[in-house]
């Protein structure tokens, strides 16, 4: 069985991903897996450059095949922030309740038609020494002006999806796999880890 490990030690993130990738065989691994591992380094200015650096990184460290994403929410009204900011847009010791919080006030009293934003991943597949593959998702919303769902994490609550009615924090799993940025650029590296890996295909 092949292995693959998910550079990140978000306990969602790997639910996610363990569950997009059911039935092709391939053992999940994650950094909570190797908690010896230093933390890694993102110093990129994109999305693409820290998800390839991580990806680089986690694969030198372990030695396995490793994919590692790196999203965020755009925001168009603040000129695209937070970007690649999103996970510390609060502070060094932001949370995502206090990442909320922030964004909700820099909003206030900003009108829907202008609160338009998305989440952007890129999910970049490298094995030692070596990117293999790297894919991009979007998924469009408007932020409300207060959270709603309790499922998710991150932005998950304020990013409100027209086609579903609902914010991403009130989908199901399953819905959110169907949509989610993450989950459309895991889609596209699939081909890729089934080949690397020899997995079967979901």
Same mark, same amino acid.
Not at 9 to 16: A, D, F, L, P, Y
Not at 106 to 119: D, I, M, W
Not at 168 to 183: D, G, P, T, Y
């Given at each position: 069985m092949g292995k693959l490990v998910v550079a990140t030690t978000n306990r969602g993130k790997v639910r996610e991903i363990t569950s997009m990738l059911s039935g092709t065989g391939i053992q999940i691994l994650s950094l909570l897996d190797f908690p010896s591992l230093p933390a890694l380094v993102e110093e990129g200015d994109t999305f693409e450059d820290n998800a390839k650096s991580k990806a680089l990184q986690a694969a030198g460290y372990t030695g396995l095949a490793c994919i590692a994403d790196d999203s965020g929410i755009e925001v168009d009204f603040l000129g695209g922030a937070p970007g690649v900011y999103s996970a510390r847009f609060s502070g060094p010791d932001a949370t995502d309740a206090s990442?909320? &919080?922030?964004? /909700?006030? *820099?909003?206030?009293?900003?009108? &829907? @038609?202008?609160?338009?934003?998305?989440?952007?991943? %890129?999910?970049?597949?490298? %094995?030692?020494?070596? !990117? /293999?593959?790297?894919? @991009?998702? %979007? *998924?469009?919303? !408007? %932020? *409300?002006?207060?959270?709603?769902?309790?499922?998710?994490?991150?932005?998950?609550?304020?990013l409100y999806v027209p086609a579903f009615g609902k914010t991403v924090a009130e989908l199901s799993l399953e819905e959110k796999n169907e !949509?989610?940025?993450? &989950?459309?650029?895991?889609?596209?590296? $699939?081909?890729? /880890? !089934?080949? $690397? *890996?020899?997995?079967?295909?979901?």
């Amino acid at each position: 069985m092949g292995k693959l490990v998910v550079a990140t030690t978000n306990r969602g993130k790997v639910r996610e991903i363990t569950s997009m990738l059911s039935g092709t065989g391939i053992q999940i691994l994650s950094l909570l897996d190797f908690p010896s591992l230093p933390a890694l380094v993102e110093e990129g200015d994109t999305f693409e450059d820290n998800a390839k650096s991580k990806a680089l990184q986690a694969a030198g460290y372990t030695g396995l095949a490793c994919i590692a994403d790196d999203s965020g929410i755009e925001v168009d009204f603040l000129g695209g922030a937070p970007g690649v900011y999103s996970a510390r847009f609060s502070g060094p010791d932001a949370t995502d309740a206090s990442n909320n &919080a922030k964004l /909700i006030e *820099l909003l206030h009293e900003v009108p &829907a @038609e202008k609160r338009t934003a998305r989440f952007r991943a %890129v999910v970049a597949l490298a %094995v030692p020494g070596r !990117i /293999i593959d790297v894919r @991009e998702g %979007v *998924l469009e919303g !408007i %932020v *409300l002006e207060s959270p709603r769902g309790s499922g998710g994490f991150g932005y998950d609550p304020l990013l409100y999806v027209p086609a579903f009615g609902k914010t991403v924090a009130e989908l199901s799993l399953e819905e959110k796999n169907e !949509i989610s940025h993450r &989950a459309q650029a895991l889609r596209g590296l $699939l081909p890729s /880890i !089934i080949q $690397l *890996l020899g997995a079967r295909t979901p």
